[in-house]
């Protein structure tokens, strides 16, 4: 992705985001040189931040993801099974913008519509070796209710609805009937290690370095 492509992004999904009444921490709005002097901070350590992904396949608008991580704990707290066990975005799905098929193998998630259009999951549970299980039903609590799907099935999220997807359901998601502002609360997020896709892609994007950032991204960290 181009930097210039990469900073519209920014600006665009900040006026999404306070359009719902959310706004982004202090940090959000740092200079990139205030971000690069904050070397050695939970921010970096933690990957707190801007974070926009085309997934290596330069096609943003079709598949894509913003995301902002506004906090997160650390695997040494999951291990030591006490201290900060959790994280949260805030993230932005485009109208039919697909988020490709994906599983966690540490991370359970809330993925929450905060407003916009509706949010579409497609679910399948996972084999005993990890793989997708294209036969089986697949059960997933949805606002602490359970709610039983055909494998490949689609769970529409409404604004206010939420869904709990556990460690090695798979899931992809995209937004219908407009651009959907998405909540995310989840135990300790490690986008480097704990994302396996069903595709061949990369979780970051390769950047263009065309004109200057306005601001860092996770990536550039």
């Known amino acids: 992705m181009k930097r ?19 706004v982004l921490p202090p940090f959000a709005y740092w200079t990139p040189d205030r971000m690069r002097a904050a070397a050695g901070s939970a921010i970096h350590a933690r990957g707190l931040g801007w974070d926009i992904t085309d997934y290596g396949k330069g096609r943003f608008d079709e598949m894509g993801l913003f995301l902002f991580t506004t906090r997160n704990g650390d695997n040494a707290d999951l291990e030591r099974g006490r201290g900060m066990l959790y994280a949260e975005k805030i993230m932005i799905s485009r109208r039919d913008q697909m988020s490709p098929m994906h599983r966690h193998i540490l991370k359970a998630e809330d993925i929450i519509n905060r407003g916009g259009g509706d949010l579409v999951i497609e679910l399948f549970a996972p084999l005993p070796d990890g793989g997708i299980d294209r036969d089986s039903d697949v059960t997933v609590p949805s606002d602490g209710m359970p709610v039983t799907l055909p494998a490949g099935g689609k769970l529409r999220l409404k604004p206010g609805a939420s869904v709990t997807l556990m460690p090695g359901v798979w899931h992809a998601f995209w937004a ?46």
């Not at 989840?186 to 004109?211: L, M, Q």
């Open 176 to 221: 219908e009937n407009g651009d959907c502002l998405i909540g995310e609360v989840s135990t300790v997020n490690d986008d480097k290690t704990d994302n396996v896709f069903e595709a061949p892609i990369g979780r970051f994007s390769t950047i263009e370095e065309d004109v200057a950032p306005v601001h860092l991204l996770v990536s550039d960290y």
């Open 4 to 22: 210039s492509h990469v900073n519209d992004i920014l600006l665009g999904a900040d006026a999404f985001i306070r359009s719902f009444g959310f």
